[in-house]
């Protein structure tokens, strides 16, 4: 699929379905509307104004097409090269949006833990950082980015295990620039 199909296409899962599975699974979430954001940077104003950890997320594959989705506070540093030892992997780069789209059925600038509900195959690995599973609250776009959405950790925990994926918590300062 072409990357101008994708922006055309309708989400598997938007914003509102997503809110009312987090509703049925009985998750407490706080909800915020905002602007359309791409990039941590351009979230850095709105984050200032929601209560919890402003989280980003990476969706990464190696050289043997194994996807992974790393999330973790927006202030933790991650030195590429070396990520791949965290997660027995092999050289790392990002993902294209078209298998974005393909893998987790979001569009750039929406990538959230949620969106490993739409691997059914089971293709993406998540892990988590140990230091943003220690907040309060974490928070995420829910499958668009003009939401961002605030839950506990365990909340997140019991989402994504619901969803057929083990998450995997890893200590992210390992992978610290030097």
């Known amino acids: 699929m072409s990357e101008p199909q994708t922006q055309l296409s309708p989400l598997p899962v938007d914003a509102p379905a997503l809110l009312r599975i987090l509703d049925d699974m009985d998750i407490t979430y706080a909800l915020h509307e905002h602007v359309p954001v791409f990039t941590v940077a351009e979230s850095s104003k709105i984050d200032r104004q929601i209560d919890g950890l402003a989280c980003r997320n990476l969706f990464l594959r190696d050289k043997k097409k194994q996807n992974y989705l790393v999330v973790a506070g927006n202030d933790t540093m991650i030195d590429m090269k ?38 059914k195959a089971g293709e993406v690995e998540i892990f988590l950082d140990q230091d943003m599973m220690a907040a309060e609250t974490v928070c995420y776009h829910p499958m668009e980015n003009h939401f961002t959405v605030g839950l506990k950790p365990d909340d997140l925990l019991k989402f994504i295990r619901a969803h057929d994926h083990e998450p995997q918590i890893i200590d992210l300062k390992q992978a610290a620039p030097d």
């Open 82 to 119: 070396k990520l791949p030892v965290l997660l027995d992997s092999g050289r790392l780069s990002f993902g294209s949006a078209e298998r974005l789209w393909q893998y987790l059925g979001v569009r750039p600038g929406s990538v959230c833990p949620f969106s490993i509900m739409n691997d």
